[in-house]
């Protein structure tokens, strides 16, 4: 008999050590998820990121062919519902849950062209604003003041007027109503930076002001621009949204969350057809919500400030 209390013993007591380290694994497992974004990075995975990019395989049908006699069709979980139809359709009988993916590729496409553009075009003119100073600077700064106050809407409403409503349409207008912002800070960053004491030795060691501006200036100011892009994109986003739903940015029937939203307006008031609208409006106010939470994050781990509170 105490044979068998000397076996089990060790035995209960590991089993206790167990239990009391869950506790401590899960607590380590918050305490780390806190740190990082995750929550934000998995939900723009879900939303944004793999839908752009697996739309044609994953998407359970064709976002711009729709069935008359499955239109308005409400969510599967609704009296006459569907699971063909998982979120339903709207008034010509698309599939809601295709055009929302294959709308997020039109999104990430818009965002990406247009924020890298308008950050190169923005970082290179407010670097050289920034160290060249004088008449230099004051003429990219006056661009900038021209560029923030013109009325990005009737912008574009001019841009279609002249032309045709367009996925280039809405870059040209977003790069006109973007590059002054990286403009700005870039130049406040250089500032700053070309009055450092590298910066002087290289200008002694010979070194060309073109190689100063862009190895010795760009990374410093570097990480400033990763964070306004990163919080850029949900502005493109709603601004990419907006347009579309005034009909003058991206053209029917390419499946847009702007026009969607715009499709379903006409529904909301009735008890059919809500949902036309509210599925890309949620989904537009996910991605810009878990952009906004990254770029705060971004913000805080790459700015040394930051770190040292």
């Known amino acids: 008999m105490a044979a068998e209390n000397r076996v089990a013993t060790p035995t209960a007591v590991e089993a206790a050590a167990e239990a009391s380290a869950r506790p401590n694994l899960l607590s380590r497992f918050f305490a780390e998820a806190r740190r990082y974004p995750l929550f934000p990075i998995a939900l723009l995975l879900i939303v944004l990121v793999i839908p752009a990019i ?10 711009t062919t729709g069935s008359l006699s499955a239109r308005l069709q409400p969510p599967f979980w609704m009296e006459g519902g569907s699971s063909e139809y998982l979120l339903g359709t709207d008034r010509v009988g698309r599939d809601i849950l295709s055009r929302i993916m294959h709308g997020a590729r039109v999104s990430v496409t818009i965002a990406a062209v247009a924020i890298f553009i308008a950050g190169l075009l923005g970082t290179s003119l407010g670097i050289i604003a920034g160290y060249w100073g004088g008449w230099v600077d004051a003429l990219v700064m006056r661009l900038v003041d021209i560029s923030l106050s013109i009325p990005i809407i009737l912008l574009a409403l001019v841009i279609v ?3 045709q409503p367009s996925i280039l349409n809405v870059i040209v207008v977003l790069v006109l109503l973007m590059w002054s912002r990286y403009a700005r800070l870039v130049r406040g960053e250089t500032l700053a930076v070309r009055v450092q004491d590298f910066i002087s030795r290289a200008q002694v060691a010979g070194s060309s002001h073109r190689r100063i501006m862009f190895r ?94």
Do not use: Y
Not at 54 to 63: E, K, L, R, T, V
Not at 235 to 264: H, K, R
Not at 284 to 306: A, F, S
């Open 54 to 63: 697996f739309s044609d395989i994953i998407a359970p049908h064709d976002p």
């Open 161 to 163: 007027a002249a032309t």
């Open 216 to 309: 010795h200036v760009f990374p410093n100011v570097f990480n400033s621009v990763i964070v306004l892009a990163t919080l850029n994109v949900g502005f493109v986003i709603v601004l990419e949204a907006t347009l579309s739903f005034l009909a003058v940015g991206i053209p029917p029937p390419q499946p847009a969350w702007g026009l969607m939203v715009a499709d379903g307006r006409v529904l909301i008031a009735s008890a059919q057809g809500w949902w036309v609208s509210l599925f890309p409006g949620l989904a537009i106010m996910l991605v810009v919500l878990c952009m906004n939470l990254l770029g705060d994050w971004l913000r805080d781990r790459l700015d040394p400030k930051q770190r040292q509170v």
